[in-house]
């Protein structure tokens, strides 16, 4: 192991330590936007170039936006939440979810077979993999598109708050 990607994993896994224990959403998804920028980095270690712009731009550029925004237009203040912070059953939620996920892992893990035989990596260049995506998988790559700005004014459709009754316009 190198100490370069010594430095990217430490960096990767600290930065989603530290957005997984932080309260405030705004600093963790900013955080979590370094974690995917830690994977960027692994994959250009590993070779990936094109993996590691395509996250960048996916994940770093357009996801993290739509969470940054979906955590500004959907915020709600505590009084509001009437949940106490330290709810016995938030540790108990962790706690299933953590056990859950780890579950799922050891069982993929344990259940994928090991293959022996070294079989031969098909040779893909960038400009033909961009020819792919714009030729028969276009309508994916629309309807993922799609499917995002749906996320973000759904957003703005919880965000937005109804007018009382006896609230009047100030125009």
């Known amino acids: 192991m190198t100490i370069a990607l010594l430095?990217?994993?430490?960096?990767?896994?600290?930065?989603?330590?530290?957005?997984?224990?932080?309260?405030n959403l705004i600093h963790s998804a900013l955080l979590l936007i370094?974690?995917?920028a830690g994977?960027?980095?692994?994959?250009?270690w590993a070779g990936a170039e094109f993996v590691a712009f395509a996250q960048v731009l996916v994940y770093v550029g357009a996801i993290s936006m739509v969470v940054l925004f979906a955590v500004l237009l959907t915020r709600r203040s505590r009084d509001d939440l009437h949940v106490a912070p330290d709810a016995?059953?938030?540790i108990f939620a962790a706690l299933t979810t953590g056990g859950g996920v780890l579950g799922v892992l050891?069982?993929?893990?344990?259940?994928t077979p090991l293959k022996t035989t070294a079989q031969a990596v098909p040779s893909l260049s960038v400009r033909e993999?961009?020819?792919?995506?714009?030729?028969?998988?276009?309508?994916s790559l629309l309807v993922v598109g799609a499917l995002?700005?749906?996320a973000l004014l759904g957003a703005v459709v919880l965000a937005a708050t109804a007018r009382r009754p006896d609230q009047e316009d100030a125009s």
């Open 7 to 23: 430095f990217i994993a430490l960096g990767t896994l600290a930065t989603a330590a530290v957005a997984m224990a932080l309260r």
């Open 39 to 44: 994977i960027a980095a692994f994959y250009l």
């Open 88 to 90: 016995p059953w938030r």
């Open 148 to 150: 995002l700005t749906l």
């Open 129 to 139: 993999l961009g020819l792919q995506l714009m030729g028969p998988h276009a309508a």
């Open 106 to 111: 050891v069982g993929a893990v344990i259940g």
């Open 34 to 36: 370094a974690s995917w």
